[in-house]
């Protein structure tokens, strides 16, 4: 996401970087072509030039002529403005009430239905709440077996009412089961509509004054750029909702509409879909997403995704390992299903600085693991544990054995001494620049 947008941000500065002496003419050149940058990216005009013009003001009040690094100055005001631009802070979900309830609204395909069993799993394993899932879609065909399909995966229940086609009775008999039954957070997914429908517009809004719900969340594809803008001013005029969730980020998006959305209709973005699978969501943190906008990667977000996968007792006892050189290729096999459970590995690999733009069109095989993982099921427990004793015969046997090639076995041995070789260090020194993930004994 944002690839297009970022490169040419690179690009506006080095008019600046490549300049024996900055000038009020070349700022101003600079900053016209990161107003073509936006508005390449699907930003609004009107929106992308009153940026200019801030960053133009501030830079110049700054002192950004005379500065001792005038590049990186105004790339931090840059920076600063666009996580401003895209809300400042991050936007907490409301959930006071007994039971919490949000409603979910948006156009047809717009990804509610999935978005709902994200948040449903995301509330369930991070935040240790009991979800209702409702489904209130009574006009798509199969969106109720849907619904129960993604509530089955994550062990959340789904209500319906298959027979009932009034998704207002459905929503309020749905919070008195909930009530009931002691579930703390209601998430009511409806049938997607169009601004223009006015009869399905009525519709959500008289479920809205049916309910109270604490939050009502505006889910649109980020892939209709400003089309997604514009509807969701429609959809703010009829429902006054509360936040916006992007779906389809990871798409090829140019992702205007995640830097537009918040000046049209002074809403936040509070989560963002970045894939099909169901822990395939975040929330938004506008500084942090700036700081992948810029280029600067997401460490931040990175370490978090580690921290959630890995286990404290675990961490220590792999350390233990390496610092007694007993790191073997269980525990690689173990660090790779860890890697392969935080999410794509391009996506993990654009949170480093400078990592995303040299994998920009790099085809990053994630069958390349299966490969790994088949290998080294092919080797005893002996040699699991024992690498060093990987002689000619072993890694001919184990070729035979997994259905690969030789060559591919001595790469992955070569692999797996370069990561025992990395770990060691990153045990002794850390990483420069990277907080330390593994929790270290009080």
Do not use: W
């Not at 449903?120 to 399909?149: F, H, T």
């Not at 537009?260 to 969501?281: C, M, N, Q, R, Y």
């Not at 977000?301 to 580690?306: F, G, H, N, Q």
């Not at 693991?369 to 080797?379: K, L, Y």
């Amino acid at each position: 996401m944002f690839e297009n947008l970022s490169e040419r941000l690179e690009r506006s500065f080095k008019i600046l970087k490549g300049q024996g002496r900055i000038t009020e003419i070349n700022v101003a050149e600079t900053l016209k072509d990161v107003r073509k940058a936006l508005l390449d990216a699907d930003v609004n005009y009107k929106i992308a030039k009153t940026f200019t013009d801030t960053v133009k003001n501030k830079a110049l009040g700054m002192n950004v002529l005379n500065a001792i690094k005038p590049n990186e100055l105004m790339i931090k005001i840059v920076h600063d403005e666009l996580a401003l631009l895209m809300g400042g802070e991050q936007s907490e979900l409301k959930l006071k009430g007994s039971p919490a309830v949000v409603l979910m609204s948006g156009l047809q395909g717009s990804g509610k239905t999935t978005f709902s069993g994200k948040l449903a799993n995301m509330l369930k394993s991070k935040k240790g709440k009991q979800p209702l899932l409702v489904a209130c879609d009574v006009y798509r065909p199969a969106a109720i077996e849907q619904l129960k399909m993604l509530g089955s995966q994550i062990n959340v229940p789904v209500y319906c009412e298959e027979e009932n086609k009034n998704p207002v009775d459905i929503a309020k008999n749905a919070i008195g089961f909930a009530k009931k039954n002691n579930y703390d957070t209601v998430i009511i997914d409806t049938a997607g509509r169009l601004a223009i429908d006015e009869q399905m517009m009525n519709e959500i809004a008289n479920i809205k004054k049916a309910i109270k719900p604490e939050e009502i969340l505006f889910v649109v594809d980020a892939m209709t750029g400003q089309d997604a803008v514009n509807t969701a001013k429609e959809f703010n005029d009829r429902l006054d909702f509360d936040g916006v969730v992007l779906t389809k980020l990871d798409g090829d998006t140019r992702g205007g509409a995640a830097i537009s959305i918040l000046s049209v209709v002074s809403k936040p973005i509070k989560f963002v879909g970045t894939g099909e699978k169901l822990d395939a969501i975040d929330v938004f943190y506008p500084n942090r997403m700036a700081d992948r906008i810029l280029g600067m990667g997401d460490v931040v977000s990175l370490v978090e995704k580690a921290q959630e996968q890995y286990d404290e007792v675990e961490a220590r006892k792999l350390f233990k390992k390496i610092a007694k050189r007993q790191f073997g290729f269980d525990d690689f096999y173990t660090q790779i299903q860890q890697i392969k459970k935080m999410g794509n590995i391009k996506d993990l690999a654009s949170m480093i600085p400078g990592v995303g733009k040299v994998l920009k069109n790099t085809d990053v095989d994630e069958k390349s693991f299966t490969v790994t993982e088949v290998i080294i099921q092919s080797m005893t427990p002996f040699e699991r544990a024992n690498p060093s004793c990987l002689n000619g015969n072993r890694k001919i046997r184990i070729a035979k054995g997994s259905g690969r090639n030789i060559q591919e076995v001595n790469n992955l041995i070569k692999q797996f001494e370069q990561m025992q070789k990395i770990m060691k260090k990153v045990q002794t020194q850390g990483i420069k620049g990277m907080p330390n993930i593994i929790p270290q004994r009080k």
